[in-house]
């Protein structure tokens, strides 16, 4: 944990660690994960001397967003049409080799 953190900072750093490496990251991984995150909640909240201006011009913190941008592998503009396709395919939808991007989306509820 970064010098001048409170027990609160350390407690979320502890949580966020613990959480990551229940869901497989590697012991590296997980602290640079929780220690991004503590950081930019102390910027956001005054508690740091420097921060980014992503970090306190951003829309939602980290928590808010669960996730939404970390990890997530299916990129801005959602799944990939090949993602979409194979989804499809185990779902059993007919006509979907003939089907855009937007029409399997749509034929998947999405």
Do not use: F, W
């Not at 992503?54 to 939404?68: I, N």
């Amino acid at each position: 944990m970064p010098a001048g953190s409170n027990a609160k900072r350390e407690r979320q750093y502890e949580h966020i660690k613990e959480g990551a490496e229940k869901r497989g990251t590697s012991k590296g991984r997980a602290k640079e994960i929780a220690a991004r995150t503590v950081n930019k909640e102390r910027a956001r909240s005054g508690e740091s001397k420097s921060a980014s201006k992503s970090s306190t011009k951003d829309s939602k913190s980290a928590p808010e967003r669960g996730g939404q941008r970390s990890g997530n592998r299916t990129g801005p503009k959602g799944p990939t049409r090949d993602q979409l396709y194979n989804e499809a395919k185990q779902r059993g939808v007919e006509g979907r080799s003939n089907m855009t991007k937007d029409q399997l989306a749509k034929a998947l509820g999405r």
